[in-house]
């Protein structure tokens, strides 16, 4: 392997690895605070997705424009979610919210089925993103460097609002204890909806992102990025925002990496996501990065 | 009392299977007899899930994992090695996997035993895992399970899959296992055993402070319900006549948990009526997507609507009536209920 | 007690009211993916057989009906489907599937009842294998791999071959495997082999690799929207090879996914596509049927197989005279030359269609049909 082309999967790396952590950070921020494993985390990927291409077809909307009113009703939509399918049952055992997510995600994606079509659409994107910028043999998307970025960003962003804002000290009390938090009067009901919101939209950036970069919507185009993201924060420690990011990253590089050093276990690339978690999960269940979490009795 | 109970129950099961085989035999047509089939596969499947979750309090997602390593040993098993040699046209067999051959009670069984073997390999690491941990990492290893079978095509013909599995797997044979299935459960419950694992669900700390060996009935429960999960599988391969990699997806996992979740978790006789009711429900959702047969064929139908509805109905079930759509009707039928129902609150 | 009786006795009788059945029609039962992976196909040869339905309602002075059912791109429900069809609706003949597994899956429930299927474009040679009732109206595709590896090698002359194959999707490792032994037979040399899984959408660690080898061909047996999406990376990695493809790739939109990265892309195909210069008299008709049908969607050829299946199983019941399933399974084994859409049709002893290799290149943005290849076999 010759550097240019070791600095090729390298870059290659970069780019899914922040796409996974894009997607990680906003799972976490919801497990972070509620403790549920959010499914429809993925359909809300799908559909902020779909969203963006019916503003520029349908609406015939500018880019950014699109993009931020996709951002802004799929955020919506996973408030609606969480105040239907969710809330009533904060008081339930953990395992409910979960099984009702499953549900919601099943549902999306079935509804998307059958309003969308199975039929895989195209995905228009800015010119200055097609055209790649060559040096001493490696090829360099605009992408590549602008998803990294964006995630930089968003954790930068996310960290401030949870330890710089008022909003963020409520969040980081209900994750402690919920049932004192309301005691202390903050705001929980409200404070879980904005966690929801934020956790939503950074799914549908993330979703608009993965669009650009793997050009084609589908109805099943959230599940796969869901579950590795999902194992991505994990591996960094849910609850984290910085894990996120690392443990997305880091599965980037797995991922890639191993077919780059190891073709013939291409086939099995789907597993290393799984088998890195079982890893994580038997040796360091908090993760890379995650706080204890204790067995409540 | 609880011998009464036992009696009872079980009379009850064989009456109504009776029931349906004696009628169905001769009077069903070939769509209704698979139907009943589907049921009794379903049934197994769900009461082995309830087992592990609904009794143990062990959130496992990997149902579809069991299914795939029982559906594959009992495949092997039964089809022929001429059979076997005109399948793997990608790649040969290894002799073993050809030559390898059983009778369908044997196969069965073998294939119970490879996922229970699989479910004491996965569950010893995995056990100490909480909750929803627990969950994604046995998600994780159906998801291992299947991205194998892809890659191992002179064990498993690869994404090509079996065709043309013997079909062994009538009524009988279904619902016989069915019977099995409901009876070990219950012996396994009833007994000493089953009210630890009922402690465990309900408070494990408690369970543990009492001195407990907490992970071995944990790995108990798993491995048994793994077991029947693969005996299930196994069936299921024999029905259909072929399976491949792609049919052991989330999917399958989540119908059964929709199972054992409408029928009540830690409710045997929910599971059961669950079983049969939305085994039926599937097959006439159909008729959503189906408007076709009354005014000619230029209404296209909804294509899809049939999972819609069926999600829908999950996360009704989940957020109106969590014990289960079935487990209120249960205490009004017998006492016997109550006994496999108490303790959830 | 009696409640759970009484609960069993209502199901029992729930199941025990059979559908009345007509006699004056002739039913024909439809089994395709609607929803779920394959629908894009599906829905494709749904309307291909609804087309020749409506413009053929009648066979032997009967009125013929069509049931559609979905399976839904799953081989549970695909079996299920098809055991519907015969018991519920008594139907005499089956078109379907779009997929291999899911034909055999449906193919054993047909098989054991004796009711013809007509399989419209699963393509593996298992599906037919040691069947009496189940035939197809495409070719299979040890032929279509043939046919790629003959103008890879004899006509581009390409010494070099890569393949991506999707490890998880039978067609595509089937496929893949006759192409890499008659491009080997030939003379030419498969350099690399990498794999994925369906619904992997990156595959720059797979392309880098096969760029490094400097392969002059990349043969990617995968359906359209993966293939499109193989060929967008391929190109912005810089990539210089020719990419070649399946019959699956054939589908008038992947010109608008894959966008100018399928520029210069052909793959084999059945003998027919609307940018045709010889139509066949039968070709023009289905064409300018469907244009009339389903104004401003493009017919393929997915859709021209549904209506040959549609068409051919109309054929037998006219040359048998009855509508029985015997005598309509006979009579499909003995086809010889039937016109249809895609070409004249044969029906051959292992029941698959004998029938030239088309070839589509992607030219200016515009599917171009090349013309025909007989395959070096």
Not at chain 2, 62 to 88: E, N, R, W
Not at chain 3, 331 to 346: E, H, I, N, P, R
């Amino acid at each position: 392997m010759n550097s240019a082309m070791f600095i090729q999967h390298m870059l290659n790396s970069l780019t899914l690895g922040s796409l996974y952590a894009l997607v990680a950070i906003g799972y976490t921020m919801v497990y972070g605070i509620l403790r549920l494993i959010n499914f429809a985390h993925s359909e809300m990927f799908m559909l902020g997705a779909y969203f963006v291409f019916w503003g520029i077809t349908l609406g015939q909307l500018p880019w950014p424009v699109a993009m931020a009113l996709a951002i802004a009703v799929t955020a919506s939509l996973g408030v609606l979610v969480d105040q239907v399918a969710y809330r009533p049952l904060r008081d339930a055992p953990r395992i409910s919210a979960l099984i009702s997510s499953i549900g919601v995600s099943f549902f999306l994606q079935n509804v998307a089925i059958v309003f969308f079509q199975a039929i895989p659409r195209e995905v228009y994107r800015p010119q200055w993103l097609e055209d790649p910028i060559i040096t001493h043999g490696v090829r360099i998307l605009p992408l590549t460097l602008f998803v990294p970025f964006l995630s930089l960003l968003f954790m930068l962003v996310l960290l401030w609002i949870v330890y710089r804002t008022k909003a963020g000290l409520g969040m980081r009390a209900i994750s402690k204890d919920i049932e004192t938090s309301y005691l202390m009067g903050v705001p929980v009901n409200r404070i879980i909806a904005l966690t929801f919101g934020i956790g939503t939209a950074l799914a549908a950036a993330s979703g608009i992102m993965w669009a650009l970069r793997y050009p084609q919507l589908q109805p099943m185009m959230g599940t796969i990025p869901g579950f590795k993201a999902f194992i991505a924060a994990v591996f960094g420690g849910i609850g984290s925002i910085p894990g996120a990011v690392i443990g997305g990253l880091a599965l980037g590089f797995i991922e890639i990496m191993t077919v780059a050093f190891f073709p013939d276990l291409a086939g099995y690339r789907d597993a290393f996501a799984f088998v890195l978690l079982i890893m994580v999960l038997m040796f360091k269940p908090t993760g890379l990065m995650g706080e204890r979490l204790e067995d409540k009795v | 009392m609880r011998r009464g109970q036992i009696i009872l129950f079980n009379c009850l099961a064989m009456i109504a299977a009776g029931l349906f085989l004696w009628l169905a035999k001769d009077t069903f047509d070939g769509y209704k007899i698979q139907i009943l089939n589907l049921i009794a596969i379903n049934i197994i499947l769900a009461l082995s899930l309830n087992l592990i979750y609904g009794f143990t309090g062990l959130f496992s997602l990997g149902h579809a994992g069991f299914m795939a390593i029982g559906a594959y040993v009992c495949s092997i098993l039964i089809m022929t090695p001429d059979q076997k040699d005109m399948l793997f046209i990608l790649e040969p067999a290894y002799d073993w996997v050809q030559n390898a051959q059983a009778p369908f009670l044997a196969a069965v069984i073998a294939g119970g035993l490879a996922a229970a073997l699989a479910g004491i390999i996965v569950g010893y690491p995995l056990l100490r895992l909480g909750d929803d941990y627990l969950g994604i990492a046995t998600l994780g290893f159906a998801e291992i399970v299947r991205v194998l079978a892809n890659n191992f095509p002179r064990l498993t013909n690869g994404a090509l899959g079996f065709k043309g599995i013997p079909d062994y797997a009538n009524l009988w044979w279904n619902f016989g296992w069915c019977l099995v299935t409901l009876y070990v459960i219950v012996r396994l419950l009833q007994s000493n055993t089953g009210n630890v694992l009922k402690a465990i669900r309900d408070d494990e700390a408690a369970a543990r402070a009492m001195g407990v060996n907490v992970f071995r009935y944990k790995l108990l429960s798993f491995t048994v319900g793994a077991f029947f999960a693969g005996v299930g599988g196994a069936l299921l391969a024999s029905l259909l006549t072929t399976i491949d990699p792609k049919m052991f997806l989330f999917t399958l996992t989540f119908n059964i948990l929709m199972i054992v979740v409408a029928g009540g978790l830690g409710s045997l006789s929910g599971t059961v009526m669950a079983g049969i009711g939305i085994t039926v429900l599937l097959e006439w959702l159909r008729v959503v997507e189906n408007p076709v047969d009354l005014f000619g064929f230029e209404l296209p139908g909804v294509p899809g609507m049939r999972m819609v509805v069926f999600s829908l109905a999950l996360i009704i079930i989940i957020l109106f009536r969590r014990e289960g759509l079935m487990g209120m009707r249960e205490l009004s039928w017998q006492s016997v209920a109550r006994v496999f129902s108490r303790g959830k609150a | 007690m009696r409640k759970m009786m009484l609960l069993c006795l209502a199901l029992v009788f729930a199941f025990a009211n059979t559908a009345f059945s007509a006699e004056e029609t002739i039913k024909i039962g439809v089994f395709l993916p609607l929803t779920g992976q394959n629908a894009f196909g599906g829905q494709l040869e749904l309307e291909g057989v609804q087309l020749a339905a409506k413009e053929n309602p009648t066979v032997l002075g009967k009125k013929v009906e069509l049931f559609v059912v979905d399976n839904k791109s799953d081989k549970v429900e695909s079996a299920n489907a098809v055991k519907r069809l015969i018991e519920k609706e008594k139907v005499q003949a089956i078109i379907g599937t779009y997929g291999s597994s899911l034909a055999m899956a449906g193919g054993e429930v047909s098989e054991k009842a004796g009711i013809p299927q007509v399989g419209t474009s699963c393509t593996n040679p298992l599906v037919t294998q040691g069947k009496k009732y189940i035939f197809r109206v495409c070719f299979i595709d040890p032929y279509q791999g043939a046919g790629a590896a003959t103008y890879a090698f004899k006509t581009l002359g390409l010494k070099k071959a890569a393949m991506l194959v999707d490890v998880a999707n039978d067609y595509s490792v089937g496929l893949s495997k006759y192409f890499n032994k008659s491009f080997t037979k030939l003379g030419g040399q498969v350099v690399s082999t990498l794999n994925y899984q369906s619904g992997d959408q990156d595959f720059t660690a797979q392309l880098t690799k096969i760029i490094s080898e400097k392969p002059d061909v990349l043969f990617i047996p995968s359906y359209f929207a993966e293939g499109a999406i193989i060929m967008k990376q391929a190109k912005e990695l810089g990539a210089t090879f020719k990419i070649m493809g399946g019959d699956a790739m054939d589908n008038p939109k992947i010109t608008d996914i894959g966008g100018s990265a399928v520029e210069g892309f052909v793959h084999t195909t059945f003998p027919y596509d609307p940018s045709m210069k010889n139509m066949t008299p039968m070709a023009k008709k289905f064409t300018e049927g469907w244009m009339k049908q389903y104004p401003g969607k493009e017919p393929n050829v997915n859709a021209a197989l549904g209506y040959d299946a549609y068409m051919i199983i109309l054929d037998a019941i006219t040359r048998a005279g009855k509508a029985d399933p015997e005598s309509i399974a006979k009579a499909l084994a003995a086809t010889k030359g039937f016109q249809g859409v895609t070409g004249a049709t044969s029906i051959n002893e292992t029941h698959d269609a004998e029938k030239p290799v088309g070839l589509v290149i992607i030219k200016d943005g515009k599917k171009v049909y090349e013309g025909e290849i007989t395959p070096d076999l």
